[in-house]
């Protein structure tokens, strides 16, 4: 088994008033080459917005971008016909493909929005743009990890031109548990969005990550109530 280990506080810093953003990997003003993704993991963002704010208008190619509010509403607006409302609780996808515009904005006037932007590089390029969202609390089961993505459109949660797998789990104080992953040639990044969890002996606190490869499984202890995202993705493509 390998390792690398990102602290919460090591991660590139963006502040913009309206914004702030935490970026795990290289991304817009912060390059770090040591720091360019996980496999086909490209961006990890952990974005704040004020009330009545956003990202107007702006377009993508050729990427599956994965959004999770973790609290407030995400209003959503593209050029292929979807409006809407993102809540807490949900997971949305876009595939860019060929070419998507669309809007970010926080949902609500007076309260901020915090949410995940995760990007993942698909495995087909110029497909035809597509969007998707579903209610994860419908599958969500406490003390579990929950698959919200996969690569196939008949499973539970979003699905992504990739081969490439997320699991989200809700874990109690002093628990263990076991993810086995889905394919063996992959790699797992854990990021955990709130508590403590030791991964294999690395302690892991809020908005830490830990990426780890060479394995088929792993296991973590709660050290206190966590909430946990674990992304499974190709470590070549």
């Not at 993704?37 to 702006?58: P, S, T, W, Y």
């Not at 807490?88 to 070419?99: D, F, K, L, P, R």
């Not at 206190?224 to 070549?236: C, F, Q, T």
Request: no cysteine.
């Amino acid at each position: 088994m390998k390792t690398i280990y990102h602290a919460a506080d090591s991660r590139g810093d963006a502040n913009h008033g309206w914004l702030k953003s935490k970026h795990t990997f290289s991304f817009a003003n912060y390059h770090n080459p040591e720091r360019m993704g996980f496999g086909a993991l490209r961006v990890i963002n952990d974005d704040f917005v004020i009330g009545g704010q956003g990202f107007g208008k702006h377009s993508h190619r050729d990427m599956e971008i994965i959004s999770i509010p973790l609290s407030g509403k995400l209003g959503h607006g593209d050029n292929i016909g979807n409006e809407g409302i993102i809540e807490t609780g949900e997971i949305q996808v876009m595939s860019a493909g060929t070419g998507i515009t669309h809007s970010e904005m926080n949902g609500e006037a007076n309260e901020p929005v915090k949410f995940l932007q995760i990007w993942v590089i698909p495995n087909k390029m110029h497909v035809a743009p597509r969007y998707q969202q579903v209610r994860m609390s419908d599958i969500m089961q406490p003390n579990k990890f929950n698959q919200v993505l996969s690569p196939n459109a008949d499973d539970a949660g979003v699905w992504i031109h990739q081969n490439a797998w997320f699991s989200m789990g809700d874990f109690d104080q002093g628990l263990t548990h076991s993810y086995q992953l889905k394919d063996a040639n992959n790699g797992v990044y854990i990021f955990v969005i709130s508590g403590k969890v030791v991964v294999n002996g690395h302690t892991l606190e809020t908005r830490d990550g830990l990426g780890i490869w060479d394995t088929e499984t792993f296991t973590m202890d709660t050290e206190g109530a966590a909430k946990v995202l674990v992304m499974e993705v190709p470590l070549s493509f």
